[in-house]
């Protein structure tokens, strides 16, 4: 059964340090990997999906990369800013539902 | 088409009352997920369709719970005899075929209280 964790379970920076989410998960035959951001009662916005078969994943200021070897996975979002503040969650995917870590919750002050 | 929309956003409900949730994916996704999150948890999978098959149900899934996409398009979960333990946000996300990557996009979601 797959597991997915997330570390550090919260964080808290000043603006414009570069931060490193990470997420493990215990079985190395997925699919993909997606990256999401939830704020405080809505819904998740997908950030980043890295495929098996790819390394990493860039979208502005976010690099998201995947080692599946090792069952692990980076969120790096560089030049934090306070609207980057939100929970991250990531989830690993066998093709069909998605196994969801418990998130890092991101603190950005000024 | 602006994404997959979620009606009722909020829910407040009491023990023992059926309620029913309504899920609209982005219009050209086949496949249409329900997931329920609890407070400082991730998301965790309830079940999902293929057009308008159901493919997959979660053990979480009681059999008081209920979903159905007629046609292919929305989705309805329904919750019979609520519990005060449904209390939770319900998730929807579709996403389109395999071969692209199957990555979900998510709606707004339905907080649900019951009291």
């Known amino acids: 059964k797959q597991e997915v964790t997330q570390i550090p379970a919260a964080l808290s920076v000043p603006e414009g340090e570069n931060l490193v989410l990470n997420c493990s998960f215990t079985d190395s035959a997925i699919y993909n990997l997606q990256w999401f951001r939830q704020d405080p009662g809505k819904g998740l916005t997908s950030l980043l999906l890295?495929?098996?078969?790819?390394r990493e994943q860039t979208s502005g200021r976010l690099n998201a990369s995947l080692d599946k070897s090792s069952g692990r996975s980076t969120l790096y979002i560089a030049a934090s800013q306070p609207g980057d503040s939100a929970t991250y969650l990531c989830a690993s995917s066998n093709t069909d539902k998605l196994i969801f870590g418990t998130g890092t919750r991101l603190q950005v002050f000024p | 088409d602006t994404g997959v929309s979620q009606d009722p956003r909020h829910k407040i409900t009491k023990r023992g009352q059926n309620v029913t949730f309504r899920c609209d994916p982005i219009?050209?996704?086949?496949?249409l997920y329900w997931y329920r999150q609890t407070l400082g948890q991730g998301p965790e999978f309830l079940t999902y369709?293929?057009?308008?098959?159901?493919?997959?149900k979660s053990r979480l899934l009681s059999d008081r719970f209920s979903a159905e996409r007629p046609k292919g398009s929305f989705s309805t979960l329904e919750i019979q005899r609520t519990e005060q333990g449904d209390s939770a946000m319900y998730l929807c996300?579709?996403?389109?075929?395999?071969?692209?990557?199957?990555?979900?996009?998510f709606g707004p979601g339905t907080r649900l209280t019951v009291l």
């Open positions: 219009s050209e996704h086949n496949r």
């Open positions: 996300a579709s996403s389109s075929a395999v071969g692209e990557g199957n990555e979900q996009f």
């Open positions: 369709f293929q057009n308008e098959a159901q493919l997959e």
């Open positions: 890295i495929q098996s078969s790819q």
